[in-house]
C-alpha cells in the first residue's frame, strides 16, 4: 500500500461536458498515459476521467442533477471557465487534517469516498477526500488515498 502523505497526491479540472473527453485525450498524450473515463457518478452529478497512476482528474458537471458537488462545479465553470479546480492533498488521516482545517479557520465538508463501482476502484485500496475550500484562485482538498500495488510508480 501506498500513499501520498503530506504530499500534493492528484490535480483536478474542471471541463465543460462537451469538451471533456477531448482534455482527457489531450492530457493523456501529454502524460503519456490515457485517463480513464467517462465515468458517471450520478450520486455527485459528475463525469470523471481519472488516470491515479499519474494523478490527473478532469470533471465535469452533469446536466440536471441538483447535488451540492454539482452546483460546486456548475459555479466554478461559470466564475472561472474551464482550468484547475483543485489540488487534493495527500494526509495520512483524514479526520486529524480535518480538524487542522478547522483550526486554520475552514470548514471542511463531510468526507467523500468511493462509490464501489468505477472503473478504476481496484487501484486503491482506501479513498477518502473531503473539500476543505478556497485556496488562491482553487480548491484544496484533502485526500486520504492508499493506492494498490504497482498503480504508483516509484525509482
Known amino acids: 500500500m501506498k500513499q501520498n502523505v503530506n ?6 479540472w474542471v471541463a465543460h461536458l462537451d469538451s471533456q473527453a477531448a482534455h482527457a485525450d489531450k492530457l493523456g498524450a501529454l502524460a503519456g498515459q490515457s485517463l480513464e473515463g467517462p465515468f458517471d ?17 478532469i470533471l465535469s458537471p452533469l446536466p ?3 447535488s451540492d458537488f454539482n452546483r460546486m462545479l456548475v459555479a466554478a465553470l461559470a466564475e472561472r471557465g474551464e482550468g484547475v479546480l483543485a ?7 483524514l479526520e486529524e487534517a480535518r480538524e ?3 483550526l ?3 470548514s471542511p465538508g463531510d468526507p467523500i469516498a468511493t462509490a464501489g463501482d468505477a472503473p ?3 487501484k486503491t485500496s482506501k479513498f477518502a477526500e473531503s473539500f476543505v475550500g478556497d485556496f488562491l484562485g482553487s480548491y484544496f482538498i484533502y ?4 493506492y494498490a500495488p504497482g498503480i504508483v510508480a516509484s525509482v
Open 87 to 93: 489540488v487534493v492533498f495527500g494526509v495520512p488521516d
Open 7 to 12: 504530499h500534493v497526491d492528484h490535480v483536478v
Open 64 to 66: 440536471n442533477y441538483d
Open 104 to 106: 486554520a479557520g475552514y
Open 100 to 102: 487542522r482545517a478547522r
Open 41 to 57: 457518478r450520478t450520486d455527485l452529478g459528475v463525469r470523471i476521467y481519472m488516470s491515479w497512476e499519474t494523478g490527473l482528474e
Open 120 to 122: 478504476w476502484d481496484r
Open 143 to 146: 485526500g486520504e488515498i492508499a
